[in-house]
């Protein structure tokens, strides 16, 4: 039997998928204590991120050096991807998949920080402060 949470869970994660999919990389600003990523769709919509990890990191690595190449992907992704996928697990992080076959994934654990992701457009806000559970 389906629970209240999982049906929750299950429409932020298809508003999630409404809002990123088909839409393409604008802007990418780094700031040292989060990511802030603009894609273009219907609406502009704004994803920020605590930690952004590339898919084979296990946990992030010293911050200089984890911020060099994620940034080395997102820029090259910038104008020139589009979203095909995103997947918010059971623990929180979200995966961002785009065209090509490159994905980053957001941390929803971080310590020391009130939030870890949040994505806004001019419909909705989310906010992920830790797991989905």
Not at 22 to 35: D, F, H, N, P
Not at 43 to 51: R, W
Not at 85 to 92: I, M, R, S
Not at 93 to 112: C, K, Q, T, W, Y
Request: hydrophobic share 45%.
């Amino acid at each position: 039997m389906e629970k209240p949470l999982d049906r929750m869970r299950a429409g932020v994660e298809s508003r999630i998928r409404e809002a990123l999919v088909g839409a393409s990389l604008e802007r990418v600003t780094y700031a040292i204590t989060y990511w802030e990523l603009v894609f273009l769709a219907q609406h502009d919509v704004t994803l920020m991120a605590a930690e952004i990890l590339l898919p084979d990191q296990e946990s992030p690595e010293e911050e200089s050096e984890q911020a060099v190449k994620v940034g080395s992907l997102l820029l090259r992704l910038t104008n020139k991807s589009r979203v095909v996928a995103v997947d918010v697990q059971a623990n929180g992080d979200m995966i961002v998949s785009f065209l090509g076959g490159e994905s980053v994934r957001l941390l929803a654990h971080v310590p020391n920080v009130d939030w870890t992701w949040s994505l806004r457009s001019e419909e909705f806000r989310f906010v992920c402060d830790g797991a989905l559970e």
